[in-house]
Each structure stands twice: as structure tokens, then as C-alpha cells.
């Protein structure tokens, strides 16, 4: 059976909690089939606001043992990893709760008060602090209470996702000035930083599939996603045509899924433009002439080509598909007028050969 008195130190905080967890036990046995409905919503309001007020004074228990570093003792490291074990929970969640009981009882008072006071939940504390501790360092010390006490009148209001919408803009509802100033300086930070960390890689598995992953800013994202629903969508005019009966293909309304996206990228890339592709590179050398890509069979057909006819200068035979055009090696330029494609070597020319072979001549001693 629990007592009120308090067998170790004599403080009354540890006979209080013994005394509360008493209460709750006993509380516990009690049958709830009396309660209607109306009193069952008023248990439930009750029970929401007190499990406030215990959360605010477990927060203010944390940052007391944060003070008195109750983990020295024993060897941990730090007063979050000691609660951890000692309460058998996550090490992050319990450092994550000693860091917003430190916040509370040092610096966010107003909000303090209102978890105290049953106005606030945990959940919107959690919000309101991490947006707080999100405003700049240098800002003023007024309008940094006036964030604080706006969230805090918000809270009243507002679960802990909308907190969280009004808490990353809060300054542009209080100095809307600053607040603009603030939010195109995070945006330029955003996408700076998005910026750094476009990748793009492909890998081809030899079987006539290639893989790719990239990674691209959300503004990029969100124009591709939008030219691909457009290609898949189901009244697209230029939307490829069945390979084996040649007509349009219907395709099943609803969202697209992946096997149509897929469909709709390679549309993309066969619709670009080829004018817009750029000069440097084998693209426009590669493809721009035949339109299609080069595979080895096309390779060893030019090269068995070139053999049979070594005078012809055609895009398709001529080295690296370039022409007797071409201006030469991407990044220079031709000094002078293009040399001419000179004369034909004379062992190649057939009016020139004798009419027996060489081997046979020097048998005879010719």
C-alpha cells in the first residue's frame, strides 16, 4: 500500500508523486459504465489538461536534474542518456526532452505558464519551442516576445500542425516587414542548398535497359511531374501509338501510374527539340544526322563501308560520323580553308595495280 511519507530524503515532491500515483491507482479501479456521454466528454477535457500540467512539472523535474547532473554519478554521459535508461526509452527522445525543459524554464516562460496552466498541450509546446528557437539570433528582444505570446494565443486555437504553418511565418504576421525580409533569405538558403545536391546518375545493364536515380530542386521536380502528366494524360494528341496495331492507345483513366510515366519520359526525350540541343558534344553529331542512335552493328557497317570505299566522305562513313564539313574537334577552330579529301593512295588505285599479283612477280624474278 503506498504512503504519503517519504522514507529516503524527507522532501514532500517525492511523497506528493507517491501520493499522486496512489490517486491514479486507485482512480483506476473505479468502473466507468455510470458515465454518459456528456460527462464522458468532460473526463476526457479533464484528464487532457492535467496530463498538461504533470508533463510541465516533469519538464521542470528534467531541467532541475539537467542542473544538478543527476547522470555524473553513475557514468553516463549525460543527463539525457542516464532518464534513457533509467525510464527505458530512446536515448534521442530523452535528450530531445531535457533540451525543451532546459528551453522552458530558461527562456520560453510564457510558454511554461501556459502548458502549467493546461492551456497547452506537449504536442503544440514542441512546435511553438522549435519555431522560437528557428527566428534569427540577432532579432529583437521585443519582437521576440511578441512571437512567443502570439503563439502562445494561437495555441488556444490551433492544433500542433497549424502552429507549425503559423510558426514558420509568425514573424511575417507581427513585423511583416521583417518577416519578408527573413523568409526570401531562408528562401535563397533553400535553394542554394538544393542547388548543391542536383545528381544525376545512369547505368546501363546490358540487357536494353538502362537505370537512373537523380535528385533535383523542387522547383525542376515539379515541371517535370507536370510535362509528364501531360504526356500521360488520357486525352494527349501525340501520345505514341500501339507498336502492334498502330492505333492510339486508350489509356485507363485515373492517376497515371509508374508504367505510364515511364512511357511518358521516353516520350519526352524523343520529343525534344533537336535543334535546342547543344553543339558541343556527339549528341547533335550522332544523332541530328540519322536520327537515331548508333548501335555496334551500325559501326561495323561504316567501318566494312569505308574498306570497300575509302574516297567516300559521307557523314555516315567519315571518322566519328562528323562530315567533310565539320568544323573539326569541339573547342577549335579551322585555320584556314578545309583541306581537300587528296589523292587516292596508289595501292588502292585499280587502274594502277598490275595485273597479277605482286607475290607472282617476284616468283618470276620480276
Not at 535528450?95 to 525543459?101: C, D, E, H, I, K
Not at 534569427?136 to 492544433?159: C, I, R, S
Request: aromatic share 4%.
Amino acid at each position: 500500500m503506498a504512503t504519503d511519507e517519504d522514507t529516503t530524503t524527507g522532501h514532500p515532491v517525492p511523497a506528493g508523486v507517491r501520493a499522486l500515483s496512489a490517486s491514479v491507482t486507485a482512480l483506476a479501479e473505479r468502473p466507468l459504465f455510470a458515465l454518459d456521454a456528456a460527462t464522458t466528454r468532460d473526463t476526457i477535457v479533464a484528464l487532457a489538461e492535467l496530463k498538461s500540467r504533470l508533463a510541465s512539472y516533469e519538464y521542470a523535474v528534467l531541467a532541475h536534474a539537467e542542473e544538478v547532473q543527476v547522470g555524473a554519478e553513475t557514468g553516463c554521459t549525460s543527463t539525457g542518456v542516464w532518464a534513457a535508461n533509467a525510464t527505458r526509452s530512446q536515448k534521442n527522445v530523452s535528450a530531445a526532452q531535457v533540451r525543451l525543459a532546459t528551453a522552458l524554464e530558461t527562456r520560453w516562460t510564457k510558454v511554461r505558464d501556459a502548458l502549467a496552466a493546461g492551456v497547452m498541450n506537449p504536442d503544440q509546446v514542441r512546435v511553438v519551442v522549435n519555431a522560437l528557437e528557428d527566428l534569427p539570433d540577432d532579432l529583437d528582444k521585443k519582437l521576440l516576445d511578441q512571437a512567443e505570446e502570439a503563439l502562445v494565443a494561437y495555441a488556444v486555437e490551433f492544433d500542433p500542425t497549424e502552429l507549425r504553418q503559423l510558426g514558420a511565418h509568425i514573424l511575417t504576421l507581427i513585423a511583416p516587414e521583417v518577416g519578408e525580409e527573413i523568409d526570401r533569405k531562408r528562401l535563397e538558403a533553400a535553394e542554394a542548398k538544393a542547388a548543391q545536391k542536383r545528381r544525376f546518375t545512369l547505368s546501363f545493364d546490358g540487357h536494353g535497359t538502362a537505370h537512373g536515380r537523380f535528385t533535383i530542386p523542387e522547383v525542376q521536380a515539379k515541371m517535370l511531374q507536370k510535362l509528364l502528366h501531360g504526356f500521360a494524360a488520357p486525352g494527349h494528341v501525340n501520345c505514341t501509338p500501339d507498336a502492334e496495331s498502330g492505333e492510339k492507345r486508350e489509356w485507363v483513366k485515373g492517376r497515371p501510374s509508374a508504367q505510364k510515366l515511364g512511357e511518358a519520359f521516353c516520350e519526352l526525350i524523343e520529343n525534344y527539340p533537336r535543334n535546342n540541343a547543344p553543339q558541343a558534344g556527339t549528341y547533335r553529331r550522332h544523332v541530328h544526322h540519322d536520327h537515331h542512335l548508333r548501335g555496334p552493328h551500325d559501326r561495323t557497317r561504316d567501318r566494312d563501308a569505308r574498306r570497300r570505299d575509302p574516297d567516300d566522305r559521307s557523314p555516315g562513313h567519315a571518322p566519328g560520323l562528323r562530315g567533310p564539313d565539320h568544323p573539326g574537334r569541339p573547342g577549335r577552330q579551322r585555320r584556314g580553308p578545309a583541306p581537300g579529301p587528296g589523292p587516292t593512295p596508289v595501292h588502292r588505285r585499280p587502274d594502277l595495280r598490275p595485273a597479277r599479283p605482286r607475290q607472282a612477280l617476284h616468283r618470276e624474278g620480276l
